[in-house]
């Protein structure tokens, strides 16, 4: 699979599984079948109401943790809260998010890119 280079120097896949749409059960059979076939990223959202299913796939997969590139959204409302993090690592249940970013540029998006930093 290809990779790119972010500016911090941790290797990202070009391609992956997008979970947009998906019920928590869909997100977990389709995160485990594409991780256990080759997929090594695996992007998803608190808006998309999946995380558990997402992180319970990744967990269900034969692919390490240290082997699959997790992305996460934070959703506008969430820019200025101080647990959305912790919130997110427990629902998907993991110990760290390899890349969140801001869902889109609404709201208060200076403060939440700060909260991120």
């Given at each position: 699979m290809n990779h790119i280079t972010l500016n911090n120097?941790?290797?990202?896949?070009?391609?992956?599984?997008?979970?947009?749409?998906?019920?928590?059960?869909?997100?977990?059979?389709?995160?485990?079948f594409a991780l256990d076939n080759g997929y090594e990223l695996i992007d998803t959202a608190n808006v998309y109401v999946n995380e558990r299913g997402v992180g319970r796939g990744m967990r269900a997969s034969t692919k390490a943790r240290e082997d699959v590139f997790l992305e996460t959204k934070l959703w506008p409302s969430f820019y200025d809260s101080d647990t959305a993090v912790d919130e997110t690592l427990e629902r998907l249940g993991v110990a760290y998010i390899d890349l969140m970013i801001l869902h889109q540029p609404a709201g208060d998006y200076i403060t939440g890119y700060r909260k991120l930093e």
């Open positions: 120097g941790v290797e990202m896949p070009l391609v992956g599984l997008g979970t947009y749409l998906l019920s928590p059960d869909e997100a977990q059979a389709s995160a485990t």
